[in-house]
């Protein structure tokens, strides 16, 4: 089983859209936890980290849930500009701080 | 405009040559990162220098080698590489390793290789 895994893609959505990403993390020890996005051809991008009370950023809002090992990202009225790979991405104590990198999850949205 | 900056953005290498990557930052972060990307893959971490040392490789082949001269700058020195190597290698930095509130990545704009 993979360390992080995430929703398989791609996610085609229109334009003004609501779409949820989900990703599990199998180690309990992990303590930190963000999302970023990564466009075609470009280097990832902090989107936001991820906290226990769970955050918003204006359309996106992220989850935590401890007890079963997973975090959300959810992101509403979708944009074209939205289109990319989001990836989860885990810090885990016990392993010297390497942060653990999800598969990706590509999203399209669709005019 | 990214704040890691990596030269060159493009290469070409044969098998025989030797190059390097660049990477520099002026953030004060401490810790620096080498990560290998394959088109539809994340990325996969190669090395990691907290404070200057050597902190994480993994497993890396040995024709390439890391190199961190100051806390500012980061090589990667490639030699006798193989066609399976070409892939875009990203640096990145963070504040501090290992600290779950000051390990948040930034990326450069990567070096995508090409080995003939």
């Known amino acids: 089983r993979k360390e992080v895994e995430q929703d398989p893609g791609p996610f085609n959505v229109p334009e003004g859209a609501t779409v949820a990403f989900n990703c599990t993390y199998s180690?309990?020890?992990?303590?930190?936890f963000f999302w970023y996005r990564q466009d075609c051809r470009k280097e990832p991008k902090l989107l936001m980290s991820?906290?226990?009370s769970g955050n918003e950023d204006g359309r996106f809002t992220a989850q935590l849930n401890r007890a079963s090992q997973y975090i959300s990202l959810l992101i509403r009225d979708s944009k074209l500009s939205d289109s990319a790979t989001y990836l989860c991405?885990?810090?885990?104590?016990?392993?010297?701080?390497?942060?653990?990198f999800g598969q990706g999850t590509e999203l399209s949205v669709k005019p | 405009d990214t704040e890691v900056t990596q030269t060159p953005k493009h290469l070409v290498m044969g098998m025989t040559n030797k190059k390097s990557l660049k990477c520099e930052q002026h953030?004060?972060?401490?810790?620096m990162y080498w990560y290998k990307q394959k088109a539809k893959k994340p990325p996969e971490l190669m090395f990691v220098?907290?404070?200057?040392?050597?902190?994480i490789n993994e497993s890396v082949p040995s024709r390439f080698s890391p190199e961190c001269p100051n806390s500012s700058l980061l090589n990667l020195h490639l030699h006798a590489l193989q066609p399976e190597d070409s892939a875009l290698y990203l640096c990145?930095?963070?504040?501090?390793?290992?600290?779950?509130?000051?390990?948040?990545?930034?990326f450069g704009a990567g070096s995508r290789l090409t080995v003939l």
């Open positions: 990145a930095s963070s504040q501090e390793l290992g600290s779950s509130g000051a390990n948040v990545l930034t």
């Open positions: 180690n309990s020890a992990s303590q930190s």
């Open positions: 991820v906290y226990s």
């Open positions: 991405v885990v810090n885990v104590y016990n392993q010297g701080g390497k942060l653990i």
């Open positions: 953030m004060g972060h401490r810790a």
């Open positions: 220098y907290s404070y200057e040392k050597l902190s």
